[in-house]
């Protein structure tokens, strides 16, 4: 069968029998597909996520924090993310390709160890005041490193934990719970540092690791399966993924239509200049904050209704939709002059915004081999990570040029016309289903 067009099934020798399933009526049909929680691997792994997911963002609050409270630059914390994305970027590919030769569980026993020890390291030399940043950018470097290869491996175990028909709904709990974290964690960062400071905060996040290296003890072993073939993870497997991509369609399109959505338009490089002009009679702080916050609250009731995901069978025109709808909501946000009308807009682009992470990281799971599943998962770690940061440049230098609200609104709108061009163009992913 050509995955171009249709789904196939991916092993799921180690979600263990599946229950009988029956139909779910009423407002149960529209609340979040809880079924993979019965899985005890998943729910595990799951579990763990709830808090690493709020500890990861202790840590992406308080390096920064600590890099301007040293430099007062904000143009240091910028240089650091670039430090930061370089190996993440390198070691996501190369992990990619480690995932499919390795037995997974053991490539995140010793990933999820060495974040941990930066963690540790992290609060090391905050509580020893060295106050140095190429000190910091080293350790977030490495820190950027481990978790390239720690990605792919978790991303693509999901496939072996739960079966084909609920990989959507596991895409749903999990997305959601990041997303949850992207709003909780910086919230706690902000309330924690006057409390108990900085250093600790990093600390935290080492503590909260320890309970994921709990969760992957206790997973089955992953290894390749009986099928693959014994190879090496070197640069003709990271190639071989490219051209695996290549030849299917429905992959590359996947990837591309985050692309679009991100890079035209995710506009959160204007938030701190819409804030100050043009939504300052709200209070500026209050302004920065709710445009920060919109699209992840969003996000996470888009999660908590996605009850209907298990349902949908046409993954590609939900990713489709789910583009244009992110193009259009962007559109309205740059064309509001309330900040309330703003913060809809941008929670609706955040429904948006799950729906596509849900279906793309469903077709990646079921269109791929399990042998390509790692180095797949890498490249999506890529994408997921380097688009936003593209679309930090070009929105801020649209921005400067035009204007922020056009800035904002033509992105939004240029994301709704290439999405449909490329759709119109290119049938494979309008033709996928499960």
């Known amino acids: ?156 175990s999901i496939a072996r934990l739960v079966p084909a028909d609920e ?95 991100m890079v035209f338009g995710m506009p959160r490089a204007l938030f701190p200049q819409l804030a100050a002009e043009t939504y300052a009679p709200y209070g500026e702080g209050l302004a920065l904050g709710l445009l920060f916050a919109a699209i992840p609250i969003g996000a996470v009731l888009g999660g908590l209704f996605s009850g209907t995901f298990s349902r949908a069978r046409r993954h590609g025109w939900m990713v489709i939709g789910a583009v244009v709808a992110w193009g259009a909501a962007i559109a309205g946000f740059g064309l509001s002059g309330s900040l309330w009308l703003a913060v809809v807009f941008l929670a609706c682009a955040g429904i948006a915004d799950m729906v596509s992470m849900v279906f793309r990281g469903a077709i990646l799971l079921s269109a791929a081999t399990d042998e390509m599943r790692g180095r797949m998962q890498g490249v999506f770690t890529v994408v997921v990570a380097g688009g936003p940061r593209l679309a930090d440049a070009l929105h801020g230098t649209a921005g400067a040029a035009f204007g922020p609200r056009t800035a904002v609104a033509g992105g939004g709108l240029l994301v709704v016309a290439v999405m449909l061009g490329l759709a119109a163009a290119v049938p494979a992913l309008r033709r996928y289903r499960v």
């Open 167 to 261: 990989l959507a709904a596991a895409n749903a709990l999990g997305s959601t719970v990041m997303q949850t974290g992207l709003v909780a964690g910086p919230l706690f960062a902000g309330a924690l540092i006057p409390v108990i400071g900085l250093p600790e905060l990093y600390l935290l996040d080492a503590v909260a690791l320890s309970v994921t290296l709990w969760a992957v003890v206790r997973l089955p072993a992953l290894p390749p399966l009986a099928s693959a073939t014994a190879r090496r993870a070197g640069l003709r497997e990271i190639v071989e993924g490219f051209r695996y991509i290549s030849r299917h369609k429905v992959l590359l399109l996947s990837f591309l239509a985050d692309v679009i959505a």
């Open 1 to 156: 069968m050509d995955t171009s067009e249709s789904g196939t099934a991916p092993e799921a020798e180690e979600a263990g029998p599946r229950p009988r399933d029956r139909p779910r009526r009423g407002w149960r049909g529209w609340a979040m597909d809880t079924r993979p929680l019965r899985r005890p691997a998943y729910r595990r792994l799951w579990s763990s996520t709830i808090v690493t997911a709020v500890g990861s963002q202790l840590t992406a609050v308080a390096v920064p924090k600590q890099i301007y409270d040293i430099t007062g630059s904000s143009a240091w914390v910028g240089y650091a993310s670039l430090a930061g994305l370089v190996p993440m970027v390198l070691f996501a590919l190369w992990g990619g390709a480690v995932a499919d030769t390795v037995d997974r569980r053991k490539l995140l026993l010793i990933t999820n160890s060495g974040i941990a020890v930066k963690s540790v390291l992290f609060w090391l030399q905050a509580v020893a005041g060295l106050d140095s940043v190429a000190v910091l950018m080293v350790l977030l470097a490495t820190q950027q490193a481990f978790f390239g290869l720690n990605a792919p491996a978790r991303n693509a």
